[in-house]
Nanobody, 124 residues
Framework: QVQLVESGGGLVQTGGSLRLSCAGS????????MGWFRQAPGKGREFVAV???????AYADSVKGRFAISRDGAKNTVALQMNTLKPEDTAVYYC??????????????????WGKGTLVTISS
């Protein structure tokens, strides 16, 4: 059974940092694009960041310069370092995997696997 499992969510104050991790199992994702989406209360799910199999990255404008995505192909993991957090970053964050990077960034995204999400809450 293929799974993506997120961890690292929690409650932090405005300006703080959090590091989310996503571990894949059941298959190798080393040649896949992996990304992060988020869904704030009452809003739709939105793209946050993606990293290709060879390390190319893309970010939503709202997180550029504050968030950094990275991966460890050997460990089948992807991480999202979030700095200078704002209350508007409050959301459930989902890990995603797709064969191609453009599958993650296009609208609607064409995602093969989703994690169940981890809650990030930023207090003002």
């Amino acid at each position: 059974q293929v799974q993506l499992v997120e961890s690292g969510g929690g409650l932090v104050q405005t300006g703080g940092s959090l590091r989310l991790s996503c571990a894949g199992s059941g298959r190798t994702f080393s040649t896949w694009a992996m990304g992060w989406f988020r869904q704030a209360p009452g809003k739709g799910r939105e793209f946050v960041a993606v990293i290709s199999w060879n390390g190319n990255t893309a970010y939503a404008d709202s997180v550029k310069g504050r968030f950094a995505i990275s991966r460890d192909g050997a460990k089948n993991t992807v991480a999202l370092q979030m700095n200078t957090l704002k209350p508007e970053d409050t959301a459930v964050y989902y890990c995603a995997a797709a064969p191609l990077m453009r599958s993650v960034t296009e609208k609607p995204p064409q995602i093969d696997y989703w994690g169940k999400g981890t809650l990030v809450t930023i207090s003002s």
